[in-house]
Every structure is written in C-alpha cells, then in structure tokens.
C-alpha cells in the first residue's frame, strides 16, 4: 500500500471511529440521563435528544470532543479533569445557547444551583463532565475501542448511521418548531394553520412524550413549559 493510500485509510477509519464514538455514547446518555432522573425524581421520563431513536446527542457530541481532545493528555489525570471540565462546560453552553437561539426554548435550565452561567451551565454539572472525562479516557475509551474493533461491516454501517442521524436531527427541528409554533398560537389564543398531515405524525402527545421539558419564550418574555400550554 502506497504512502499516500495508507494516510487516506488511516483517516477514514479514524473518521468511521469518531462516527461511531457519537452514536454509542450518545446511547449511553440516553441512560444516562434516564436512570438519573428516576433516581433524582422517582420519575421514568424520555430524555431523547432527537425526535426518532435513542439519542441524546450533547453526550455523543462531548465524547468525541473529549476524546479528539484529550486523549494525548492521558499522562496527567488533573489536566484530564480540569480541560474535560471546560470542554464539557464550553459544549453544553454552546449547545443551549443555539438550541434557544433556533426554537426560542430553553431545553434544561440550572437558574436554580449556585455558581450557574445564565442557568446554560453550573459548576456541579461542570465538574460532572470533569469526572466524565476521568471514566471516558481511562475507563470506558478503552472498551469501547475493542467494542468497535468487533463491529461487523463497520464502515457501511456507520455510512448508513450518519445519514440516519442527519435525517433525523433535519424532522428534529422541523418537529419542535411546529411545536412550538402551536404552543405559542394557544398561548396567544391565535387560529393555528398547519398541515393535518404533521399535526399527525409530530403530534402533541408524540412530543410531549419525547420532549417533556422543552419551554417556550413567549412573546411577553415568561419561559413557560409547553406541555404547561398544551394539556
């Protein structure tokens, strides 16, 4: 194999491995972030990030972050911990940030924890990632590498995969903004005009059920949780 082809499979594999970091731990934070809320609330809740398939994309998006970034820092356990930290912080700002810029909602909230920045981010999540970032590089990074290792036609699934998720995340927002586009004619007791056809497969028990705590910026300026506006 020429110099040149091996660099070009190098990075494809290395490609096809971050693709397929996103997907798994973005698995993982789906359970993650389910077994944490029963725990916390005694409540079994959806905690999908995508409208279609178990998915919570800001863990799959922080892993490959983490990873890419971090991972040459394996030596020093403080500096895996401090950098994780301010990545992990840096991404979920970032995440909330443009998620409330797209549907005017905010999709978590921590106004309510000391230490937090525009209730985006906080430091007792922030120092979660931290210890997240710990668990990743030395525990879980390892695994999950001999896991892929064992991925039978890796590559055409994880071809298939992405073009699943970027169809997934494109019905994402067209699903939440009509959404939200019908808690906010309800809340201003405006007629709603869409298609009977979206009003049946984004439906509004579908979208509770799947986005249960996604809020609304009204145009008085309250956050009121859409499920709140729409019994």
Request: hydrophobic share 45%.
């Amino acid at each position: 194999m020429q110099k040149g082809q091996k660099v070009k499979k190098e990075t494809v594999d290395y490609i096809v491995k971050l693709i397929w970091y996103f997907i798994i731990f973005s698995i993982i934070g789906i359970i993650v972030e389910t077994l944490f809320c029963y725990l916390t609330t005694g409540i079994w809740e959806c905690r999908q990030g995508f409208v279609y398939g178990p998915f919570c994309p800001i863990y799959g998006l922080g892993a490959v972050l983490i990873i890419v970034g971090l991972d040459r820092f394996k030596e020093s356990k403080l500096k895996i911990f401090i950098y994780g930290m301010i990545a992990g912080a840096a991404v979920e700002y970032l995440v909330s940030f443009i998620l409330e810029t797209i549907y005017g909602a905010k999709f978590w909230d921590y106004s309510y924890l000391p230490y937090n920045l525009s209730g985006r981010i906080c430091i007792r999540y922030s120092s979660y990632w931290g210890f997240l970032s710990l668990a990743m590089i030395y525990l879980v990074k390892p695994l999950i590498d001999k896991l892929i290792a064992k991925i039978p036609k890796k590559e055409t699934l994880a071809k298939i995969l992405l073009v699943f998720l970027i169809i997934d995340a494109v019905l994402t927002v067209v699903a939440i903004s009509l959404y939200q586009n019908r808690a906010r004619k309800i809340y201003n007791n405006e007629e709603l005009i869409e298609p009977e056809i979206t009003q049946k497969i984004f439906s509004n028990d579908f979208m509770q059920r799947t986005f249960p705590n996604i809020r609304l910026k009204t145009d008085d300026g309250n956050v009121v949780f859409i499920k709140e506006i729409i019994k």
